[in-house]
C-alpha cells in the first residue's frame, strides 16, 4: 500500500473525516474541530470550477481516493466514474458507492498509465485529478488525456508542484517529497494539444493544513504511540527490539520527515505552489 493510501485510512480514524486532502481555510480558524468544513470548503472550490453538467456530463475522478469526492461529483448530476491503484480503498470506494445509491457508477482499479485507454476513447468529457496528478507521470500525461478526452474535454487540476526553490541543498528541502517541477509541467503542457482556461495560486489558502497536522502529530499521535513503545517494550522487550532494528532506516526517514521541525507551513510555501488548473482540449 503507497504511504498515501495508507494516510486516508488512518486519517478516517484519527481525525473522523471522509477524505483527506489539503483544506481550503478561507475565514476559517485553523484547529481540528473545523477541519471537516475547510475539506469541503476545498471540494466545493473543484465542483465550482467543472463545467456545466448538460454540455460536459461524463467525468473521470482520476486517483479518487476513498470516493467522498466521487459521490458529490455524482450527486451534482455527472455521470462520474472513479479510477483508483489501490486495491484497499477500491474496495472503500465500491462500499461508498453501494451505502450511497451510486452503483451505477464506473470503477477502474488501475493506474492512469496501465488504463485501457484505446478501449475509453472519447469517452470522457472531463478529466479530474484532485491531489493525484503528482503521481501521474508527466511525458505522455498529455497524449493519453488527448485521447480519453472529446473535443473540447476539460481536465481539472488541483494539487502542488515543486517550486524553483527545490532542491537547493538545504535540510528543510527534504521535508516535503512529491509533485512534478511547475517549470516542468508549464513545458510539457505548451507542447500538448491543450490550452490553459484558468490557473489560481492557492498555495497560501491550503497551506495552513500542514500547520494543523504537525501538531496533531505532535500533541497527539507521537504521545501515543510512544505510550505504546513503552508498553511493548515492557511486555515484549525483544520483540520490540527486534522490529526496532529491523525498521530502523524507515524509521530514521520518518523521524526526519515529522519530527524535524522542518515540516511548517513556511517550509511548504517555499518548496511547493498548489494550484487549482483548468485546461481545455482543442477542438
Given amino acids: 500500500m503507497h504511504s498515501r493510501e495508507y494516510g486516508l485510512i488512518l486519517a478516517r480514524q484519527l481525525l ?27 471540494t466545493d472550490m473543484i465542483l465550482e470550477a467543472l463545467p456545466p453538467t448538460d454540455e460536459f456530463p461524463r467525468l473521470l475522478d482520476i486517483g479518487c481516493g476513498v470516493g467522498n469526492m466521487l459521490v458529490q461529483l455524482r450527486e451534482q448530476g455527472y455521470a462520474a466514474d472513479g479510477l483508483v491503484p489501490s486495491p484497499a480503498l477500491a474496495g472503500m470506494v465500491r462500499q461508498r458507492l453501494t451505502d450511497t445509491g451510486n452503483t451505477a457508477a464506473g470503477l477502474f482499479e488501475s493506474t492512469f498509465e496501465a488504463l485501457d485507454i484505446g478501449a475509453l476513447a472519447g469517452e470522457y468529457d472531463v478529466a479530474l485529478f484532485s491531489e493525484s496528478f503528482q503521481y501521474i507521470r508527466l511525458d505522455d500525461v498529455f497524449e493519453r488525456l488527448g485521447r480519453l478526452l472529446r473535443p473540447g474535454g476539460r481536465v481539472i487540476v488541483s494539487d502542488f508542484f515543486k517550486t524553483a526553490a527545490a532542491g537547493d541543498g538545504t535540510p528543510e528541502s527534504r521535508s516535503f517529497g512529491g509533485g512534478h517541477p511547475l517549470s516542468d509541467f508549464r513545458a510539457a503542457l505548451a507542447a500538448s494539444p491543450f490550452e490553459l482556461l484558468r490557473d489560481v495560486d492557492i498555495t497560501t489558502r491550503v497551506s495552513p493544513t500542514i500547520g494543523l497536522l504537525d501538531e496533531v502529530l505532535r500533541e497527539r499521535i507521537i504521545p501515543a504511540a510512544e505510550t505504546t513503545g513503552v508498553y511493548l517494550r515492557g511486555r515484549h ?10 525498521l530502523r532506516k524507515r524509521w530514521e526517514k520518518l523521524r526526519f ?27
Avoid at 258 to 278: D, H, I
Fill in 16 to 42: 473522523a473525516v471522509e477524505d483527506l486532502h489539503y483544506g481550503l481555510w478561507d475565514d476559517l480558524e485553523v484547529t481540528v474541530a473545523n477541519l471537516p468544513r475547510a475539506l469541503q470548503n476545498y
Fill in 237 to 246: 522487550p525483544w520483540a520490540t527490539r527486534l522490529l526496532g532494528w529491523v
Fill in 257 to 283: 520527515k515529522y519530527l524535524s521541525g522542518y515540516r511548517t507551513q513556511a517550509v511548504f510555501e517555499r518548496y511547493k505552489n498548489y494550484r487549482l488548473l483548468v485546461l481545455q482540449k482543442s477542438a
